[in-house]
């Protein structure tokens, strides 16, 4: 049993009701985190079983995945959990959460639907479109709204502590990323659905669907939040410095000569 305050030095076992995630001092449960929703990390707790290094599913989906013939239920089966839990910082205790996820077992037990979930949120190849890097290049973006709306400066500008705590003061005040999320969170079943179900020959589709979704929902996160903001010419330069590094992702892209051809 546990004990409040006690210090256990050691796992005495696995919660199978909980997902485990591993990092170099062990292998500890997914926590839920304030300004993170769950499905974000659904590679987590949908990992395949053949990835045990990376943490495990919970014990329960993983005996579910197992016994499917048995119980009369195909791969493609869904399942809806209720995950409860809290946000706490030491002995103080932020937020009570509840979150409702989808389940697919299926994603457990085919490691190339795995693979694609992964390439969908946070791919291993840096030159793959997903949707952490997608929101990385869109925090850059109203970084570079917000260098030259408020600094005067471009986007790239090496900037003192006290300027880089006033373009960040407005970054978070935009609140651009958390619009982006939440569009995604609203679609993301939809995807996952699909993910699971879906031929396996055609999951390049999937993942092509997804890459287009999440720049229109990242070009849609970025025109929300700043086109009030555009009223004079130098709120419109910025906003069209965030578009560009949004795009292409820098401010100065670099094209390459084409050939002349001589006759």
Do not use: C
């Not at 992964?118 to 949707?131: F, K, N, P, V």
Request: glycine fraction near 6%; avoid cysteine; proline fraction near 3%.
């Amino acid at each position: 049993r546990y004990g409040q305050g006690s210090k256990v030095e050691e796992l005495l076992f696995h919660d199978p009701h909980l997902a485990y995630r591993s990092s170099k001092d062990g292998e500890f449960p997914l926590r839920l985190q304030a300004g993170r929703a769950l499905w974000r990390d659904s590679t987590t707790y949908l990992l395949h079983r053949g990835h045990t290094t990376g943490g495990h599913a919970p014990r329960t989906l993983r005996w579910l995945a197992n016994h499917l013939d048995a119980l009369g239920l195909t791969r493609d089966v869904a399942f809806t959990a209720d995950v409860f839990g809290l946000v706490n910082d030491q002995a103080k205790v932020e937020l009570w959460r509840q979150e409702r996820v989808s389940l697919y077992p299926d994603i457990v037990l085919d490691e190339s639907r795995w693979l694609t979930l992964r390439e969908l949120l946070d791919g291993e190849q840096a030159s793959q479109d997903d949707a952490k890097k997608r929101a990385g290049r869109l925090r850059e973006a109203a970084r570079a709204f917000a260098t030259r709306a408020r600094l005067h400066k471009p986007w790239g500008t090496r900037l003192g502590d006290v300027e880089r705590a006033d373009r960040d003061a407005l970054v978070q005040m935009l609140d651009a990323e958390a619009r982006y999320w939440l569009a995604l969170g609203e679609q993301f079943d939809h995807y996952l659905a699909r993910l699971a179900t879906t031929p396996l020959d055609e999951l390049p589709h999937v993942r092509q669907d997804w890459q287009a979704f999440i720049r229109a929902a990242a070009e849609r996160a970025l025109h929300d939040a700043l086109q009030s903001l555009a009223t004079d010419a130098r709120t419109w330069q910025a906003l069209a410095e965030a578009e560009t590094v949004l795009r292409l992702g820098t401010l100065y892209p670099k094209f390459t000569k084409s050939p002349v051809s001589e006759s």
